[in-house]
């Protein structure tokens, strides 16, 4: 059996259906919005509903065999697992956004409010520009307007929160999109069905 975690919430829903329709159903999944556990012994899995950002966790220490993580976690967490697949949905941009009209002053160090302070660091330092890091866990398009840092790193997906609180993009980083991702030990454990997982998905990658 192959243990899979998926992201709980709506991208978590639409990579499970993509199992699904590449032969590794698990009806049972649609029929409970609390149970966290789901078995299919016939197409060989078994699933985990796992909080977005704790995917990698599970695969990195082999809770799971495989998962699906988005680019943003992995380059934020550094995991040291296989990267396998881009499924090429849960698709966004990692960017800096502020005020329409902000003007960088070099003369001042820049104030960068972010859930990712790795990504925005590395971004700022291949610049050579030092930055002030102000780490928070959400909400983060607040920052600049109450004056708490001048700009954000965080993820555009349609970019309708930076427009309706009055911030825009500034600048891409990093596209994003969910990723399959294994084990290092356990793909090897288990190459024969992770294999066939990652071959059927890429054909209804292909085929959509
Ligand atoms: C993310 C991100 C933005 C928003 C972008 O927040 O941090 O706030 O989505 O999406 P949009 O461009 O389509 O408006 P999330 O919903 O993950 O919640 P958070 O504020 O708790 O980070």
Request: hydrophobic share 40%.
């Amino acid at each position: 059996m192959v243990n899979i975690a998926l992201p709980k919430g709506r991208l978590g829903e639409k990579v499970y259906s993509m199992f699904e329709r590449a032969g590794y159903a698990c009806p049972e999944i649609r029929e409970s919005n609390r149970k966290l556990t789901f078995q299919n012994p016939d197409a060989g899995v078994c699933y985990f509903w796992v909080k977005p950002s704790d995917v990698a966790i599970y695969v990195e220490r082999g809770a799971a065999d495989i998962g699906v993580a988005g680019k943003d976690i992995l380059l934020e967490y550094a995991p040291d697992i296989y990267e396998l697949l881009d499924l090429n949905v849960g698709k966004c941009r990692m960017c800096v956004a502020g005020p329409a009209d902000f003007r960088d002053d070099p003369a001042r160090t820049l104030r960068v409010a972010t859930k990712f302070p790795r990504i925005a660091r590395r971004h700022y330092s291949q610049r050579s520009r030092q930055i002030d890091i102000i780490k928070l866990n959400g909400s983060i398009e607040l920052a600049p307007i109450l004056g708490l840092s001048d700009v954000i790193v965080d993820i555009v997906e349609t970019g309708k929160t930076l427009l309706e609180n009055g911030l825009a993009p500034l600048e891409t980083i990093v596209p994003i999109s969910a990723r399959l991702i294994a084990n290092k030990a356990n793909y090897k454990f288990k190459y024969d069905e992770i294999c066939a997982i990652c071959e059927n998905m890429t054909q209804l990658l292909e085929q959509e």
